[in-house]
């Protein structure tokens, strides 16, 4: 990754921001304009709660943004089913990929087999639609974080994921390096939670962040030429 800071122009770089609004006090108006933001700075997609994939993917037909539906979605404590419902859904109403919160207790409670099936029947759900896998890395150990990595690899997942930015805290460069790891090639990494200035962006890229999830994608992106 050495050398991708200093060859990176804006474009490139807003290739790799999902454009994020999961508050969930946002509008239709809000919604709207986050897609028409998306368009208009050539960002890889938009991601957002469930209940507005269909619109998002109205507002968003024939143009190269994509829709992300982020589920089980900000705690991961929903049951297996329900991820796997809300999945499936997503994908029918136009989600192009899926961020799945792992259910963190399962975890923490040494319940690793359960999390691994939960992310594999997600990932069925899902279908074409590429699925991230979120960590919440400020919630997990070293080993946990590539316990759940290795998971994500075994049960077909397209992406692992740092942080759902709901959490105590989000990206690191550290985690990201950690994450690169042990997955290597084999999957990308979406950095998300915290990430609101360039300089910030280009350190996780360079560590290994594939794409970033980001609500400051605007600004981020300002700070380069072009």
């Known amino acids: 990754m050495k050398g991708t800071v200093a060859v990176l122009h804006r474009a490139e770089l807003a290739r790799r921001i999902e454009h ?78 899926i961020d799945m919160v792992i259910n963190i207790g399962a975890l923490k409670s040494g319940y690793g087999a359960f999390v691994e099936k939960e992310i594999s029947a997600v990932v069925e759900a899902a279908g074409v639609a590429a699925v991230k896998v979120i960590l919440e890395t400020s919630c997990l150990t070293d080993d946990e974080k590539a316990a759940v990595c290795e998971m994500s690899v075994r049960a077909g997942a ?48 360079e560590a290994g962040a594939t794409v970033l999830g980001t609500s400051a994608g605007i600004a981020i992106i300002g700070e380069l030429a072009g």
């Open 20 to 97: 994020t609004l999961l508050r969930s006090h946002a509008s239709q108006e809000d919604i709207a304009l986050l897609c028409d933001q998306a368009v208009e700075n050539g960002f890889r997609m938009v991601s957002i709660n469930p209940a507005w994939v269909s619109f998002c993917a109205r507002r968003l037909e024939g143009t190269a943004v994509g829709v992300d539906a982020c589920v089980g979605f900000p705690l991961g404590a929903t049951t297996a089913r329900v991820k796997v419902e809300e999945a499936r859904e997503a994908v029918d109403n136009g989600a192009t990929e």
């Open 158 to 205: 397209a992406y692992v994921k740092t942080s759902t930015g709901f959490a105590q805290g989000g990206a690191t460069v550290e985690d990201v390096v950690l994450m690169r790891g042990v997955v290597g090639g084999r999957l990308g990494i979406k950095a998300a939670g915290g990430i609101r200035n360039c300089a910030d962006a280009l350190a996780l890229i």
